[in-house]
């Protein structure tokens, strides 16, 4: 592990412009600068704001991290956020992405985290989304190397569900 995450949550943040003013909280383990005075560190806390778009997203991400491209895990969840908004997949090296407790409420929005090679984990329940009855089928057929959604390991049946359910459901549209 690389550092402590930045934890910059509980902030009552409206905006991500806002973080700029504010200093994350100390954890259990003390944040490392460098002589930028940039935290080393590949995790970023913004959970429990009110945070409701990712403009500015990599310009927080630049502002806090001294390898802002490292960046591998990003907790989003419980905020106000309502689409999955591109600017995500800017972020090449994200493995793990919470966005668990927010309002976003177009599924196939989802398709575009397909653009991060090294997804493993993701957070959704909790969203509009999930009152689909597709969603966990249409969710891992999108994003094939899925380990874990919504805290639960993707098991190799529904992977195999997942792509039955993706195949018919592609038959359909045409």
Not at 16 to 28: C, N
Not at 51 to 73: N, R, S
Request: charge should be positive; glycine fraction near 2%; hydrophobic fraction near 40%.
């Amino acid at each position: 592990m690389y550092g402590a995450p930045v934890d910059l949550s509980f902030k009552q943040l409206s905006s991500l412009a806002d973080t700029w003013m504010v200093e994350p909280t100390r954890g259990q383990r003390p944040l490392k600068r460098n002589a930028k005075m940039k935290y080393e560190s590949h995790s970023l806390r913004l959970s429990n704001n009110n945070i409701v778009d990712l403009i500015d997203l990599q310009k927080t991400v630049d502002q806090f991290l001294a390898e802002p491209f490292q960046l591998a895990w990003l907790d989003l969840s419980f905020n106000k956020i309502t689409h999955i908004d591109p600017v995500l997949c800017e972020l090449r090296e994200l493995r793990v992405l919470y966005l668990h407790g927010n309002n976003i409420f177009t599924l196939s929005e989802v398709n575009r985290l397909g653009a991060l090679p090294h997804l493993h984990s993701l957070t959704l329940h909790g969203n509009d989304i999930e009152a689909n009855k597709s969603y966990r089928n249409c969710v891992i057929s999108a994003l094939p190397n899925l380990k874990t959604m919504d805290f639960s390991a993707v098991t190799k049946q529904e992977r195999e569900m997942a792509q039955i359910w993706h195949c018919s459901n592609s038959r359909r549209r045409k």
